[in-house]
């Protein structure tokens, strides 16, 4: 079976640094992605790891360890268009779709 | 504009009647996927498409139709079968590549009258 885990909700402070994580445990790995989404709109897409190691791209940060089967996601510099869900998704064996995590609700407060 | 368009955004079904939504994307993505959205559940996989003419079951497929006649088109049927049909509905497509991330339309949101 497959099962991604990320904590459901977290508070942080503008300006604030946020690490958001997610465990996993998949019968395969071809990658873990990260997605942001604002309530009721369509998920879109912020970083792809394969390999173990942190992956920067701008505010965002994330990195990988295979063998704890973890992520995490880093944000910095928050501002309060960040507040939304971050949803932690694992690709198992093969081309198969990924695998959502429920998401963790951010709230950037001022 | 490359993208991938889902109609209507709002659905609203009466109890016993079968409803179609739509998914078409112009990015010449191989692959096309359906999730349905609920409260506290996260994404679930409804069936997905990695070819023309095939498709698969994902883990919640009861109660649900697809068909893939065109690479740019993946409509989902819920038909009267699936008991509590009220969710949000999401379209992806992606290229084939593993490393290929899913992009996703703007959603249905379906309700029952």
């Known amino acids: 079976g497959q099962n991604i885990d990320q904590p459901t909700e977290m508070t942080a402070t503008e300006g604030a640094i946020v690490q958001i994580n997610c465990t996993y445990q998949?019968?395969?790995?071809?990658?873990l992605f990260w997605y942001q989404q604002h309530a009721g709109e369509a998920p879109t897409f912020l970083s792809y790891?394969?390999?173990?190691g942190l992956e920067e791209k701008g505010r965002f940060s994330s990195f990988l360890s295979r063998s704890k089967g973890y992520s995490y996601l880093l944000l910095k510099e928050l501002q309060m268009k960040d507040s939304a869900s971050y949803l932690c998704?694992?690709?198992?064996?093969?081309?198969?779709?990924?695998?959502f995590g429920k998401g963790t609700r951010l709230s950037v407060i001022a | 504009d490359g993208g991938i368009t889902q109609s209507p955004k709002y659905l609203f079904r009466k109890e016993g009647q079968n409803v179609t939504l739509s998914c078409e994307q112009n990015?010449?993505?191989?692959?096309m996927y359906w999730y349905r959205q609920d409260p506290g559940q996260g994404l679930r996989l409804i069936y997905y498409?990695?070819?023309?003419?095939?498709?698969q079951k994902g883990d919640i497929a009861e109660g649900y139709s697809v068909s893939r006649e065109k690479k740019e088109s993946f409509p989902l049927t819920v038909t009267s079968a699936q008991k509590n049909p009220t969710a949000f509905y999401l379209c992806?497509?992606?290229?084939?590549?593993?490393?290929?991330?899913?992009?996703f339309g703007d959603g249905t949101r379906l309700s029952i009258l």
């Open positions: 992806a497509s992606s290229f084939r590549e593993i490393h290929q991330p899913q992009h």
């Open positions: 998704a694992v690709r198992g064996s093969g081309n198969t779709p990924l695998v």
């Open positions: 998949t019968s395969g790995f071809n990658g």
């Open positions: 990015l010449n993505h191989d692959a």
């Open positions: 498409s990695q070819i023309v003419n095939d498709f």
């Open positions: 790891n394969v390999l173990d």
